[in-house]
Each structure stands twice: as structure tokens, then as C-alpha cells.
């Protein structure tokens, strides 16, 4: 398996997405609770909670589809970018490797982050207010607060998060294979997906598809082991 070209790039591939789509869903959760957190009425936190949530809920076939139509060279967003002149009439998005891999992360993104923005608000939540009243006193401003108090206070919730994320990152799989099935060549070719066709697509050769499960059970593990050390420290 380790000498097996194709793997070699599967698991490029697949640090390559963690590496796009883990930091930027910890940045965007972060700044999303602390827009939240700023809301004073109840009502309207609710109201925006359960929109960045919505993605969750829904059908990851429905929107893989739907955001598939959309990067086809007659799809909306390729008509808008050739109306704009950015590029050229025909232009398929998918069609353009590294095009392609920034679309992909970011649908995984908008459909990922809502449930990671809900958890890391309900930790802001549960920490007692006083210890902002204190602040405030002491003459911290806003900033300040969310430097020294409330990132220090979720810490353990943010690595849980990243290591979640990471985890599901790795195994990447209804998003490629329907939109852009591992293409264009192989660079969105990630390990979830060898795994299904070697088991699935080609011969069913299930001791090697068992080896590449175990590796990503393996890397997802060495990653907690790193996350839980980390935040020993």
C-alpha cells in the first residue's frame, strides 16, 4: 500500500482538504460565536443559530447536486464569472484541478460549519458572566475578554473541534463522488473514495480496501493522540 502510487496521492489529497477546510471552519466558528455572543436579544440569536445550522440538516446528496449544477459551464456561477469577465465562455469550474479542490472545500465548509459553530457557541454560553462583569471592571475591553478569558476557557472545546473535523475531513467521500469523482485526473481522488472503488468499482480486492480503512482509522487516531497531548500541555 505504501508503495502504491495511487494511494500516495489519495492521502495528498486528503491532507491537502484537511489543510483547506479545518482552519478556515475553526476561524469562521470563531468569529461566528463571537457575533452571536455580541447578540443581546435571545429571539434573534435563536433565528441566526438556526440558520447557520440549516446546512446541517440537510440532504448532502440534495446540495452536492445542487452546488454540482451550479459549476457546470452552463450553471449560474459559471455564467456569472463569464459575464464578469473573470473567465472564458464554456468555462467548467470542475474541469480545473485546483479550482476544482478550493469549490469542493468550500461546499464542504458551508454544509460542515454550522454544527461546529453551535457547539463552540454553546461552550462561550456556559461560562459565567461574572467573570466578564470582573473583567470589565478591572478595565479589559472587548478584545481583551476574548483573548485572555473566553479562548483560554474553551480551549479543550476548540481541539475538539479541530480533531471532529479533521476526523471527518479524512473521510471525505459523498462530495467527490458525486461531483467531481475523483477528477479532474486525480486531484480530488481522496482515501475514502480509493477505498469504496477498490472495493465496489474494481475487483473486490477487500484485504487491500481493509488496509486503507485501517490507515485512516489510523491517522484520524494518531491525530487525536496529538490533539489530547496538546491540550495536556
Known sequence: MINDRTYQITLLNSIEFV???????????????ISLHSIHSERLKNIISSIFYFPCITSPVVYTLFYKQLAYSDGLLSNTLVNLGI?????????????????????????????????????????????????????????????????????????LIITLCTCSTFQLYVEIALITKGGPGESTYTLSLYLYRKVFTYLADYGYSSAIGISIMLLNALFSLLIIKIRKK
Request: proline share 3%; glycine share 4%; net charge negative.
Open 19 to 33: 489543510l483547506l477546510i479545518v482552519p478556515t471552519i475553526i476561524v469562521i466558528s470563531i468569529l461566528a460565536t
Open 87 to 159: 473567465v472564458d465562455s464554456g468555462f467548467n469550474l470542475l474541469q480545473d484541478e485546483l479550482l476544482s479542490k478550493i469549490y469542493l472545500s468550500i461546499i464542504c465548509i458551508w454544509a460542515w460549519s454550522g454544527f461546529y459553530i453551535i457547539i463552540l457557541y454553546s461552550a462561550v454560553e456556559g461560562i459565567d458572566h461574572k467573570i466578564y462583569l470582573s473583567a470589565q471592571l478591572d478595565g479589559a475591553n472587548t478584545i481583551c475578554i476574548y483573548r485572555r478569558i473566553i479562548i483560554p476557557l474553551v480551549r479543550p472545546v476548540l481541539l
